[in-house]
């Protein structure tokens, strides 16, 4: 959304050349559209994104959005990676909340070009390690709007899944988050979510 609000990113489906480079994953290993590099969590599009927005444009933007209390002091290619930039789940709900109500203070088409990347095939989930299942069993037609987050900081991992979920009239924003001093697999914030959401379906009082 800060490349967009920026120009840095003048059109979400625009390519972008892999550089060539060795990646961690095969999905990286190509051109990548905003669009795409969402959808399979591609680190060197945005590490180059972020390095066009730069730190001074980069820290305003945060700071105008409201996405966390915390700020980054060091490379602004990787803050969101190294534990630099710290955001609770508590942080991420309220964001995400104004995001898909459009309370952001930012173009109502840039928030849609967002949603859009995020948006999801029927009954799964994307990210760098590929399609997944993701049988949610809430009342069809759904909208699953989601973004996977994996790091490494120390010794600890964490690995998230944050979205939006429309079943009818219903709209539901959720964050899912696990931290593990130990292993923990990259789709370890997508299962607890899909647990959690599967155990608590929308009812008419809630």
């Known amino acids: 959304m800060i490349a967009l609000e920026t120009g840095v990113v003048a059109d979400p489906l625009a390519l972008v050349k ?7 994953f095969p999905s990286w290993e190509r051109d990548h559209s905003m669009d795409s590099a969402v959808k399979s969590s591609v680190v060197w599009f945005f590490k180059r994104t972020a390095g066009l927005i730069g ?3 980069m820290t305003a933007s945060l700071k105008k959005l409201g996405y966390a209390d915390d700020t980054f002091d060091r490379d602004v290619t990787a803050f969101w990676l190294n534990g630099d ?29 967002v949603r859009a990347a ?3 095939p029927p009954g799964k989930i994307t990210n760098a390690a590929g ?8 009342p069809a037609p759904l909208l699953l709007q989601v973004k996977t987050g994996n790091a490494a900081v120390s ?38 979510a899909l647990r959690t ?10």
């Open 131 to 138: 399609v997944h299942d993701f049988p949610l069993t809430w």
């Open 155 to 192: 010794e600890e991992r964490v690995s998230w899944l944050v979205g939006f979920i429309k079943t009818g009239d219903r709209e539901v924003v959720f964050v899912g988050r696990v931290r593990s001093s130990g292993t923990l697999e990259n789709m370890a914030g997508a299962n607890l």
């Open 18 to 24: 892999w550089p060539g480079s060795k990646q961690s």
């Open 55 to 57: 730190r001074e444009r």
């Open 118 to 120: 995020l948006t999801m």
């Open 85 to 113: 930039l710290v955001v609770s789940p508590e942080e991420q709900m309220r964001f995400l909340t104004r995001l898909f109500r459009y309370e952001l203070p930012v173009s109502r088409g840039h928030v849609d070009a």
């Open 197 to 206: 959401l599967n155990a608590h379906p929308p009812t008419d009082n809630r």
